[in-house]
Nanobody, 114 residues
Framework: VQLVESGGGLVQPGGSLRLSCAAS????????MSWSRQAPGKERELVAA????????IYADSVKGRFTISRDNAKNTVYLQMNSLKPEDTAVYYC????????WGQGTQVTVSS
């Protein structure tokens, strides 16, 4: 199993970013996927999750209405569209899948700062 995130970077408050997570090594369309984040000095927290078919999603209260998780099962990729970014969204963002055991990507840094 391999999860490779991309799309992070530096953005001003109010800006947008789209993160991507390319998955391989398992039957992607059969598994739910999620995004978590970890800010310096804080515990990792769940940001958003999506079921295998893409029809059901959940979000942390802190990102509801600003972030959207989606997936393309034909491309084995899950996305996180982040709008109206705030400085408190600054963190390393990780893609996660539980395929028998827990798998995490290497993370992608998102920095929101003026």
């Amino acid at each position: 199993v391999q999860l490779v995130e991309s799309g992070g970077g530096l953005v001003q408050p109010g800006g947008s970013l789209r993160l991507s997570c390319a998955a391989s090594g398992f039957t992607f369309s059969r598994y739910g996927m999620s995004w978590s984040r970890q800010a310096p000095g804080k515990e990792r927290e769940l940001v958003a999750a999506i079921n295998s078919a893409g029809g059901s999603t959940i979000y942390a209260d802190s990102v509801k209405g600003r972030f959207t998780i989606s997936r393309d099962n034909a491309k084995n990729t899950v996305y996180l569209q982040m709008n109206s970014l705030k400085p408190e969204d600054t963190a390393v963002y990780y893609c996660y899948a539980r395929v028998g055991t827990n798998y995490w990507g290497q993370g992608t840094q998102v920095t929101v700062s003026s």
